[in-house]
């Protein structure tokens, strides 16, 4: 079974770090493209960063660039999230997702919910 | 940076009608791209349609996506009990690459 489950979690102070953890198992994952995808409580789905399957490449929305890394250990099957200089609109849901053909994540975690404030 | 806009923002419907639900890009897309999901609270989302008519592993045929260019539709022919939930929309956008969620559809039961 393709799963995906996420940690790292929790309260940090603006200002604050933190780095979410994604275990992936059921799958090659080395050959396939990853993504982290938020969701501020009550609120849409907005798509954070993405890797290759390589780790060669990786994108960020502007909101988070030059604050958040995105890299992945694929001896250990996991991807990662570092979040640096964390704002109170970072409060969200984050979800890791596997992408497939078509740019699509057919494969969700069950999320960890990050919350910024004082 | 293509911008997402679902419509309509809330739709009320009964089990057995059908829903169409839409999202249009602020310029055109490749419909290779273009993929919608469903939510439900507290669940994580689940991929239905991708490729713009592709139908994900396990989702049952009364889900259908179509369309191109700047406008895309999802029908649910026949609503079920289970259907109703949060459906986005989603683009790729390769230059720069970006990935991009409309703000959503909820389909409440009427």
């Known amino acids: 079974e393709v799963q995906l489950l996420e940690s790292g979690g929790g309260l940090v102070q603006p200002g604050g770090s933190l780095r979410l953890s994604c275990a992936a198992s059921?799958?090659?994952?080395?050959?396939?493209?990853m993504s982290w995808v938020r969701q501020p409580p009550g609120k849409g789905l907005e798509w954070v960063s993405a890797?290759?399957?390589?780790?060669?490449?990786?994108y960020d929305a502007d909101s988070v660039k030059g604050r958040f890394t995105i890299s992945r250990d694929n001896s250990k099957n996991t991807l990662y999230l570092q979040m640096n200089t964390l704002r109170a609109e970072d409060t969200a849901v984050y979800f890791c997702?596997?992408?497939?053909?078509?740019?699509?994540?057919?494969?969700w975690g069950q999320g960890t919910l990050v919350t910024v404030s004082t | 940076e293509i911008v997402l806009t679902q419509s309509p923002g809330t739709l009320s419907l009964s089990p057995g009608e059908r829903a169409t639900l839409s999202c249009r890009a602020s310029?055109?897309?490749?419909?290779?791209?273009s993929s919608w999901y469903q939510q439900k609270p507290g669940q994580a989302p689940r991929l239905l349609i991708y490729?713009?008519?592709s139908r994900a592993t396990g989702i049952p045929d009364r889900f259908s996506g179509s369309g191109s260019g700047t406008d895309f539709t999802l029908t649910i022919s026949r609503l079920e009990p289970e259907d109703f939930a949060v459906y986005y929309c989603?683009?790729?956008?390769?230059?720069?690459?970006?990935?991009?969620f409309g703000q959503g559809t909820k389909l409440e039961i009427k």
């Open positions: 059921g799958f090659t994952f080395s050959s396939s493209a």
């Open positions: 310029r055109s897309v490749s419909s290779s791209y």
């Open positions: 989603q683009q790729y956008d390769s230059s720069p690459p970006l990935y991009i």
């Open positions: 890797i290759s399957g390589s780790g060669s490449s990786t």
């Open positions: 997702a596997k992408e497939i053909l078509g740019a699509a994540f057919d494969t």
């Open positions: 490729g713009a008519s």
